[in-house]
């Protein structure tokens, strides 16, 4: 099994300082503890409490010219943020927040116009094309909506392909443990093509757990699933964190932030809002703030939501819901 890669060079915060600490923006006054950390430009470092940092992003814009017309729309606005290793962040807001532009920038699949991303201790904002492609095929899993499977490969090599990418084949026998993981031992030598959504979706996470890379970026990974496979995705992810990899996951599903440890909350290009996983209620009344728009009254009739279920041992959760 490959070795996971330990970052020598990972930040670390300034002395004196706590590990995991939202530094409130300028004119501002500092959040209450344990209150959601409301902030434009704050410094989000969710679940960062060990001290390392395995994703680092700094004062990250990003803006798109507008065809014939002498203005720009712009889709981040300054986004800090600190992740560690073996946390579990979610990143939910309205529709053109830029909540998958930032998920975008962060893997080195779009260039910002201004600040600086880390992975690993790496700036890799300073990379070339091909030394950046080598560092993400080496070190970053991908999850998208789609399940992104090469439709002429079967299911097992489908999961191999990143180890071939990276010039490190899987054995097989690590293939088929991943494969197994998620409930589709049989249906290895199956194609795309023979597979539900919800296999294909189980197919695009065995690839990352088979691979084992230290972060994992998934944007809307349960959009165009049903609630049983999404849920077993979930489970997953939970798994992927609980064995040390820093997992950002971009949603618009309240329920989905929420079985994440932190949620953070966008609006206008900023993170505007970061609290805690655990009740999809509180992460709905955050988003909606985050739109200007009032929260239902969590005391109203039918207006609760039993909160997500935390994480649990790897050992405690199991795989394979057949797929309805």
């Known amino acids: 099994m490959d070795t996971p890669y330990a970052g020598s060079h990972a930040d670390t915060p300034p002395a004196g300082e706590p590990a995991s600490r939202t530094v409130p923006a300028p004119g501002s006054s500092a959040p209450t503890p344990g209150a959601p950390t409301p902030g434009t430009g704050a410094v989000s470092t969710a679940g960062a409490a060990s ?44 529709s053109g927040c830029g909540k998958s532009t930032l998920l975008t920038c962060v893997a080195g699949l779009d260039h910002p116009t201004s600040g600086s991303v880390r992975l690993l201790g790496r700036e890799t904002t300073a990379l070339r094309p091909g030394a950046l492609a080598s560092f993400r095929a080496a070190h970053v899993g991908m999850v998208f909506q789609e399940d992104n499977l090469v439709t002429c490969l079967n299911a097992r090599d489908n999961v191999a392909l990143p180890g071939r990418l990276r010039g490190r084949r899987l054995r097989r026998g690590q293939v088929d443990a991943a494969l197994a993981r998620v409930g589709l031992a049989g249906q290895a030598r199956h194609m795309p093509s023979q597979m539900s959504g919800g296999e294909r979706q189980r197919v695009a996470i065995a690839r990352v757990l088979a691979a084992r890379p230290q972060i994992v970026l998934a944007d809307e990974p349960t959009a165009a699933l049903d609630l049983a496979a999404s849920q077993d995705v979930l489970e997953w992810f939970d798994q992927i964190a609980a064995e040390g990899a820093t997992l950002l996951m971009v949603t618009h599903d309240p329920a989905a932030a929420a079985r994440a440890d932190r949620v953070l909350v966008m609006a206008a290009g900023r993170v505007v809002e970061e609290l805690a996983g655990g009740d999809p209620t509180a992460v709905s009344a955050a988003v909606l703030r985050a739109q200007g728009r009032k929260p239902v009254d969590a005391a109203a009739p039918g207006a609760g939501t039993t909160p997500a279920p935390r994480r649990e041992s790897p050992d405690a959760l199991t795989a394979g819901r057949a797929d309805s």
């Open 51 to 94: 001290g390392a940092v395995s994703v680092s992003v700094r004062a990250l814009t990003r803006s798109f010219p507008v065809p014939g017309r002498h203005e720009r729309v712009v889709a981040l606005a300054g986004v800090d943020l600190d992740l560690a290793p073996g946390s579990f962040t979610a990143v939910v807001g309205a």
